[in-house]
């Protein structure tokens, strides 16, 4: 990845120059000690990853930061700090990591497992997110889904082409309500607007329904939880503690998944 570091001290460009030669997928293009001179330089020369100081004068690094991703929303950026105190603003303009400092190449390697990654899912064109929060992405833009729609589709996600029954989608999704027909008029409804918008963005063909029920369509996406129930590496590396945060049903799977990684799976 074409990479370029901005911090005002020439010490710290110095050391990130020593310690990232020997780190895959480092390709260093530019090292600037003020975002000025950041900004002129993407201006003419693609850059994939940049590392950001936050405490600069002039221009801060958050403010370089909402500048970069203007000029190119793909931009991967770490943000580099003494401090912790910044994290908020960090996640607030969409930063993808960040290094306290004094960080080290050991550290610096860490980093890059987790945007090696990030760049991977951004060259698919259909990307789902269950680690921390349910996320549906065509090249590298979040789908608009909400409410039930966005929750049937996560429970129909995770069982990884399986077929669910409708009535099981209901009881779930509405914890255990009636399940009249009447009342599946609910599930109904909301199948309906999530294929809409399924429709709409271009991918319908995720959803499968069948007679009993629904299911996913695996082969035309790419999935952390199933990249990582592949035990591929990266994605290991890359889970936080967090599956399908805002879903009560989705703690029973993020225990299987601590089970696991407690018996070395």
């Known amino acids: 990845m074409k990479t370029i570091i901005v911090d005002d001290e020439a010490i710290m460009l110095r050391k990130f120059k020593r310690i990232s030669e020997g780190i895959q997928d480092i390709e260093l293009v530019g090292c600037f000690e003020d975002g000025a001179s950041a900004i002129e330089y ?6 994939d990853l940049a590392f950001l100081d936050i405490e600069m004068p002039v221009m801060n690094g958050i403010d370089l930061a909402k500048k970069l991703r203007a000029m190119r929303s793909d931009i991967l950026i770490v943000f580099l700090t003494a401090y912790d105190d910044y994290i908020r ?12 400092k004094p960080y080290s190449e050991e550290t610096l390697e860490l980093a890059m497992e987790r ?22 992405m065509k090249e590298g833009e979040p789908i608009p889904l909400t ?14 082409g399986k077929e ?5 989608l209901y ?6 309500r009636p399940c009249s027909n009447r009342d599946m008029t609910v599930l109904f409804n909301a199948l309906r607007r999530l294929k809409k918008t399924l429709s709409n963005a271009g991918i319908a063909d ?3 329904t069948t007679k009993r029920g629904q299911k996913a369509n695996t082969e035309i996406f790419d999935c952390d939880y199933y990249t990582w129930q592949d035990n ?3 994605e290991r590396a890359l889970f936080e503690g967090e599956f399908l945060t805002e879903y009560s049903w989705g703690e029973s799977a993020l225990a299987e998944i601590i089970e696991k990684i407690n018996l070395g799976f």
């Open 42 to 47: 993407m201006a003419e020369h693609p850059v």
């Open 89 to 100: 603003d960090c996640n607030e303009i969409g930063g993808d990591y960040y290094l306290i």
């Open 232 to 234: 591929e590496r990266d």
């Open 206 to 208: 995720i959803l499968i």
């Open 164 to 168: 669910i029954s409708n009535e099981e």
């Open 171 to 176: 009881r779930t999704v509405w914890e255990d």
């Open 115 to 136: 945007l090696r990654l990030l760049r991977k899912r951004q060259q698919k064109e259909i990307y789902i997110q269950t680690f921390g929060r349910f996320l549906v």
């Open 147 to 160: 409410g039930k729609a966005k929750e049937i589709l996560a429970l129909v996600v995770l069982k990884r």
